[in-house]
């Protein structure tokens, strides 16, 4: 009875999933071996036009630097506010505040940076002379920027319910056999936190993909070469109409973004065996 009623409770959920996320992947698939006009079956070579192109290159070495920056950045930051508000008896209003900036809409954020670096802004009132801002590196810290200043609220708010969740009296016996705040925290918290290190580790990879908006809305579609992202390539090969090259594409992301799910699930389990 009780395995009829969770199947009852989990079908609408795998039927959304299934004719909504699973099947219209599998059409990607199947495009990425053929011709987008004509449908014609080509094997891999939708894969390698993808390989061979040098903007795909670009593109896919700037998301894995913004990505690389950014992932140990937004952690350690989370991590650490949410330290310091751990103590604090007013640390659930605390928290709130903290998730304003992912109520903020794109375009609003766009409109600040616009107003501070564009030629006739802020930087450049204040040198006294017209400089392209958004045309130099400076454009990828600014992107850096708004990425974990948008999700570090989110960040803040698991890791402090990790840390809270945390039993006091193992917090005590710890301190009553004299290990000091740096020895609490790293064999008493962190092992303790291994479940919400791993959920916002894979959040955050996740949510890197998703600075899409205010890089195009800043720059445009070819921005700075440092800001050129895979989400750029798309939507650049969608306007063209270059929709197989998409589709061989879309395959690598996904199966990239797989293995590295699966990597931090296998270290997650590790070290849940060797705790």
């Known amino acids: ?36 006009v004509t449908g014609e079956f080509v094997g891999i070579y939708n894969y390698r036009r993808v390989f061979e192109n040098e903007a795909f290159r670009l593109a896919v070495k700037n998301t894995a630097r913004f ?50 670096f564009s030629k006739g802004g802020f930087l450049n009132a204040l040198m006294g002379r017209q400089i392209d801002f958004m045309g130099t590196d400076l454009s990828f810290w600014v992107l850096v920027f708004s990425y974990v200043w948008k999700n570090l ?6 890791w402090l319910a990790g840390i809270l969740g945390v039993p006091s009296d193992i917090i005590e016996a710890a301190k009553a056999d004299g290990a000091g705040k740096i020895r609490i925290f790293l064999s ?23 600075v899409f908006r205010e890089a195009y809305l800043v720059a445009g579609a070819y921005p700075q070469e440092s800001m050129y992202l895979l989400q750029h390539l ?31 699930t296998r270290l997650w389990e590790e070290g849940e065996a060797a705790g």
Do not use: H
């Open 188 to 210: 008493v918290l962190m092992p303790q936190l291994k479940g919400v290190f791993y959920t916002i580790a894979v959040l955050s990879v996740l949510n890197s993909f998703k």
């Open 67 to 116: 990505t690389a920056v950014c992932l140990p950045l937004l952690i350690f930051l989370g991590l650490l506010t949410a330290l310091l508000l751990a103590g604090l008896k007013q640390a659930q209003t605390l928290k709130a505040i903290f998730l304003f900036p992912m109520a903020m809409p794109a375009a609003t954020i766009v409109l600040v940076w616009k107003m501070v």
């Open 1 to 36: 009875m009780k395995k009829r009623w969770f199947a009852a409770f989990i079908l609408p959920g795998f039927a959304g999933v299934f004719c909504f996320v699973l099947l219209p992947f599998a059409d990607v698939l199947r495009c990425s071996f053929m011709t987008a």
């Open 234 to 264: 798309f939507n650049n090969w969608f306007v063209w109409l270059e929709l197989d090259k998409m589709a061989a594409a879309a395959v690598c992301l996904a199966a990239a973004l797989l293995i590295l799910i699966l990597l931090l």
């Open 153 to 158: 609220g989110y960040t803040v708010v698991l």
